[in-house]
């Protein structure tokens, strides 16, 4: 499986590190689908239970001009070449997309996968609209492609 972001936020850009935004709650929800508690682990850590489940990490934008961390910021776009990834790996049964935006511009990039594209809603403190237990529901729908 394959999870896409939209493009990092400037403390995960600061950071180095994906999801590095205390508040965001990713590596909260992926732990849910895996069955294990990411947070409390170091980055390495994290990024090898997520191998180890077979889940990738990427993003829909390669690069983009933004001020701030809100995808509604995002100006000239340049997208990372999704389609051509989801060729080369035969074993990829599932994208699933952290948000609308990622989900907007991956599912357009990904017409015709034949990885199952999942819209999810996004682990960003900026989408409060949604109750975190209703975003676990939402998620944990991703385990069925784990098995």
Not at 22 to 51: C, M, Q, S, T
Not at 66 to 76: F, H, P, T
Not at 139 to 145: D, H, N, P
Request: net charge positive; aromatic share 6%; no cysteine.
């Amino acid at each position: 499986m394959l999870v896409l972001g939209s493009l990092p936020g400037e403390q995960s850009l600061r950071a180095r590190r994906y999801y590095a935004h205390p508040r965001n709650r990713f590596w909260h929800l992926v732990g849910k689908v895996i069955g294990k508690e990411l947070e409390p682990l170091a980055y390495d850590d994290r990024l090898a239970a997520l191998l180890e489940a077979k889940i990738g990490l990427w993003d829909a934008v390669a690069s983009a001009r933004r001020k701030g961390s809100l995808d509604a910021a995002i100006r000239e776009a340049e997208h990372n070449p999704l389609a051509e990834l989801a060729v080369s790996l035969p074993e990829l049964r599932a994208v699933a997309f952290n948000g609308a935006t990622a989900a907007r511009i991956g599912s357009r990039l990904l017409a015709g996968s034949r990885a199952e594209l999942v819209p999810l809603p996004s682990s960003s403190p900026a989408y409060a609209a949604m109750k975190l237990a209703e975003k676990e529901r939402l998620w944990r729908s991703l385990s069925k492609f784990l098995e």
